[in-house]
């Protein structure tokens, strides 16, 4: 509600501008364009990360399962149609898909696994996930 009524005063704002700089020289109207811009922007980038943070929330409350999950834990995911998803590293979530990196290898030297493919999941699909016991 908040973004629309920012939205709706700088619009507002911008056509009663308008009105009174026509009598100035042309390069006002620029100005103001100009500033109308950088207002837009900034309305935009401080409303995208409140609903980046609300579609992480109804996510976490929709699917439980993404409360245990740490990024970079190796787990194990069963499907809805059978296939299981063995060893691999979860790497984040967005809205109804989960990011898993597949086909990893234990790096001795750097005490970290390496992905060498990157897969989707929508989390719809998922029937389970376990934890990789060590």
């Not at 590293?89 to 898993?100: G, P, Q, R, T």
Request: charged share 30%; aromatic share 14%; hydrophobic share 45%.
């Amino acid at each position: 509600m908040k973004y629309w009524l920012l939205k709706l005063g700088m619009y507002s704002a911008s056509t009663i501008a308008i009105t009174y700089l026509k009598g100035f020289r042309w390069w006002y109207l620029v100005i103001w364009a100009i500033v109308m811009i950088f207002v837009d922007i900034a309305i935009e980038k401080k409303f995208e990360r409140q609903r980046e943070q609300k579609d992480r929330n109804k996510a976490k409350k929709k699917y439980p399962f993404l409360n245990e999950l740490n990024e970079g834990q190796v787990i194990t995911v069963e499907l809805k149609n059978g296939e299981k998803l063995t060893d691999v590293i979860f790497l984040d979530y967005i809205k109804s898909e989960m990011l898993l990196g597949t086909e990893t290898e234990f790096n001795n030297e750097l005490e970290t696994y390496e992905v060498s493919e990157i897969r989707w999941i929508k989390l719809k699909r998922v029937e389970s996930i376990l934890p990789r016991a060590d």
